[in-house]
């Protein structure tokens, strides 16, 4: 089991920056995988960006170059640092743990809202 706690959504401009936390129940490096998702009102929901247990990040197209993921194992958290925040970045963001055995599975924090407008 994993529980997981986002903080630091919120409604910022366009151009704007924003620093997403989302602190683990357990040591992170044991998680295979942590990802930011987003579900925006009426769409499905997309994965963001993830980090690997052995480092390997990914990133969204709409997002590359602008968001960047990290973790802190001393501190079992993962953040996703965003920048330069469009109005169409505005959604809840999730954060997952995915932990691998014979099968995968996901686990998921409440959710944060980030609002981008003027």
């Known amino acids: 089991q994993v529980q997981l706690v986002e903080s630091g959504g919120g409604l910022v401009q366009p151009g704007g920056s924003l620093r997403l936390s989302c602190a683990a129940s357990?040591?992170?490096?044991?998680?295979?995988?942590m990802g930011w998702y987003r579900q925006a009102p009426g769409k499905q929901r997309e994965l963001v960006a993830a980090?690997?247990?052995?480092?390997?990040?990914n990133y969204s197209d709409s997002v590359k170059d602008r968001f960047t993921i990290s973790r802190d194992n001393t501190k079992n958290t993962v953040y996703l640092q965003m920048n330069s925040l469009k109005p169409e970045d505005t959604a809840v963001y999730y954060c997952?743990?995915?932990?691998?055995?014979?099968?995968?599975?996901?686990?998921w924090g409440q959710g944060t809202q980030v609002t981008v407008s003027s």
């Open positions: 997952n743990a995915r932990v691998l055995t014979t099968v995968a599975y996901d686990y």
């Open positions: 357990r040591m992170i490096f044991t998680i295979d995988r």
């Open positions: 980090i690997t247990s052995g480092g390997s990040r």
